[in-house]
T-cell receptor
Framework: DGGITQSPKYLFRKEGQNVTLSCEQN?????MYWYRQDPGQGLRLIYY???????QKGDIAEGYSVSREKKESFPLTVTSAQKNPTAFYLC??????????????FGEGSRLTVL | AQSVTQLGSHVSVSEGALVLLRCNYS??????LFWYVQYPNQGLQLLLK??????LVKGINGFEAEFKKSETSFHLTKPSAHMSDAAEYFC?????????????FGKGTHLIIQP
């Protein structure tokens, strides 16, 4: 079945450590996105990518980094510079043209807790 | 810039009663509008979407929404609530160009179903 796979589902990190969240899609979508979800805050865009080897900052990119070396993969690194990294992280993908453009398909999320 | 306002962070209804979740949007161009549902510790699942054409949109699980341009609204309704409808609901908007830079989400409404 086509979809988006995020790993790990749960992750614990000590302060000062970088962690990388994995996101893989087999939907052949061009665009991929990372959102952060906090209680009562909705979803906020961290980074997005419309094509391999290119990505743009979203609304809350500080303290995060991404790469897009393959169409299928868009990993997110939460760096030690992120002041409040404990959150639920959601990866999504979408087509860029044709029917269904704009609709996001989401993974199951990764919950990061900083100890 | 686009924005979404969801009225009521929590809505409680009795099982069998009408469900009404409110969403108002702001967009300088014709919008694409979406409703997503999220169950605890899971990703988001699309309920329904409006792009063009008929303003009354039907989705999964008996939900529907009506796009009202004059009111800049896209309220979500269901005639009869079921216990399984208890979840978090998000309204989202993008511009009619397809939203390559992702969707803008409201802060969410937690739907509580009382037996």
């Amino acid at each position: 079945d086509g979809g988006i796979t995020q790993s790990p589902k749960y992750l614990f990190r000590k302060e000062g450590q970088n962690v990388t969240l994995s996101c893989e899609q087999n939907l052949n979508h061009d665009a991929m996105y990372w959102y952060r979800q906090d209680p009562g805050q909705g979803l906020r865009l961290i980074y997005y990518s419309q094509i391999v080897n290119d990505f743009q900052k979203g609304d809350i990119a500080e303290g995060y980094s991404v790469s897009r070396e393959k169409k299928e993969s868009f990993p997110l690194t939460v760096t030690s510079a992120q002041k409040n990294p404990t959150a639920f992280y959601l990866c999504a993908s979408s087509r860029l043209a044709g029917g269904g453009a704009g609709e996001l398909f989401f993974g199951e999320g990764s919950r990061l807790t900083v100890l | 810039a686009q924005s979404v306002t969801q009225l009521g962070s929590h809505v409680s209804v009795s099982e069998g009663a009408l469900v009404l979740l409110r969403c108002n949007y702001s967009s300088s161009v014709p919008p694409y509008l979406f409703w997503y549902v999220q169950y605890p510790n899971q990703g988001l699942q699309l309920l329904l979407k409006y792009t063009t054409g008929a303003t009354l949109v039907k989705g999964i699980n008996g939900f529907e929404a009506e796009f009202k341009k004059s009111e800049t609204s896209f309220h979500l309704t269901k005639p009869s609530a079921h216990m399984s409808d208890a979840a978090e609901y998000f309204c989202a908007v993008t511009d009619s160009g397809g939203g390559a830079d992702g969707l803008t989400f409201g802060k969410g409404t937690h739907l509580i179903i009382q037996p």
